[in-house]
Nanobody, 123 residues
């Protein structure tokens, strides 16, 4: 089992920044690919970014150039730095984990999920 706990969400004005953190416990963190997803009211959960065991990453087109995913294996933590935030980035953000060498982008690809953290961007 892997336990994931997100933090860092909040209310920010458009153009501002937030840094989300996801702390993992329970298994060897460095074995896991990690993903950030988000879900807005009435919409399906969608991938934001993912990072492989080795640090390769992938992003949704809507966040490229604004968001950065990173990981610190010594701290068992994955981060999502979000800059130039827009009102359409408002959602609950979730981190997810899977023991795989790849960078999954689908919700169904992940085995473990955090409880989510709310990000609200005001215009």
């Amino acid at each position: 089992q892997v336990q994931l706990v997100e933090s860092g969400g909040g209310l920010v004005q458009a153009g501002g920044s937030l840094r989300l953190s996801c702390a993992a416990s329970g298994r060897t963190f460095s074995n896991y690919a990690m993903g950030w997803f988000r879900q807005a009211p009435g919409k399906e959960r969608e991938v934001v970014a993912a990072i492989s065991r080795r640090g390769s990453n992938t992003y949704a087109d809507s966040v490229k150039g604004r968001f950065t995913i990173s990981r610190d294996n010594a701290k068992n933590t994955v981060y999502l730095q979000m800059n130039s935030l827009k009102p359409e980035d408002t959602a609950v953000y979730f981190c997810a984990a899977r023991d795989t060498p790849f960078m999954p982008r689908l919700v169904s690809d992940y085995d473990y999920w955090g409880q989510g953290t709310q990000v609200t961007v005001s215009s």
